[in-house]
């Protein structure tokens, strides 16, 4: 069936450094994307989202990538923080009028101090 | 301010028990979410309101039964629990031509 999902459940990182997010989707139709960020605890945290009519989109330390050729989207966290780990969503609007956000499974990023 | 708060952040109960959730959102969203994150932190939707009207029902069980009195409230009634509803559950918001949605600080419910 059609789904949005990660490729890797935990990605641990130094602080400092960068991390990718991976995420893989199947539905053509969809045509926006956003992660989020959820703290334990917490709810999930928009981060930053881009529309199918883009590759790329910039935000504070944060860049997306979006392949639609092969389906994929990315999230790009630059010099990473403590205050950084927490597991993170993809999530996508399909067109079929539901406007409904369907969710990945999620991926623990754990920065090492 | 809290944007979408939700009561009670904690919700243990014995199964059979009905107990009910509240959600309130203060940014003037017409469409409100509930949705349940499994123990793997899966999310999925369960239902959506827009202006006080049921718009999306994911197949979720009868014993389930969302109330909007008005579009800034959606509460989440449940009859009957069972061990499986165990769960967090998350109300959201979205609105004002925006496709983001804002999300509470969950209700974790134990089914005991």
């Known amino acids: 069936g059609e789904s949005v999902g990660l490729h890797l459940p935990t990605l641990s990182v130094q602080e400092g450094d960068n991390s990718i997010i991976n995420c893989a989707y199947s539905n053509s139709a969809s045509d926006y994307f956003i992660w989020y960020k959820q703290e334990s605890g917490k709810g999930p945290q928009f981060i930053i989202d881009?529309?199918?009519?883009?590759d790329k989109r910039q935000g504070q330390r944060v860049t997306v990538l979006l392949n639609k050729t092969v389906k994929h989207l990315s999230l790009q966290i630059a010099a990473t923080q403590p205050g950084d780990s927490a597991v993170y969503f993809c999530a996508e609007n399909r067109l079929d009028g539901n406007e409904k956000l369907t969710f990945g499974t999620g991926t623990r990023l754990t920065i090492i101090p | 301010d809290t944007a979408v708060s939700q009561t009670p952040k904690y919700l243990v109960t014995q199964m059979g028990n009905d107990k009910s959730i509240k959600c309130e959102q203060n940014?003037?969203?017409?469409?409100m979410y509930w949705y349940k994150q499994d123990s793997k932190k899966f999310l999925k939707i369960m239902f959506s309101?827009?202006?006080?009207?049921?718009?999306i029902n994911e197949t979720v069980p009868n014993r389930f039964s969302p109330k909007s009195p008005d579009k800034a409230h959606l509460n989440l009634h449940i009859n009957s629990l069972e061990l499986g509803d165990s769960a967090v559950y998350f109300c959201a918001s979205r609105g004002g031509g925006n496709e983001k949605l804002f999300f509470g600080s969950g209700t974790q419910l134990s089914v005991l």
């Open positions: 881009i529309r199918s009519n883009m």
């Open positions: 940014l003037g969203h017409d469409t």
């Open positions: 309101y827009n202006n006080k009207e049921l718009i």
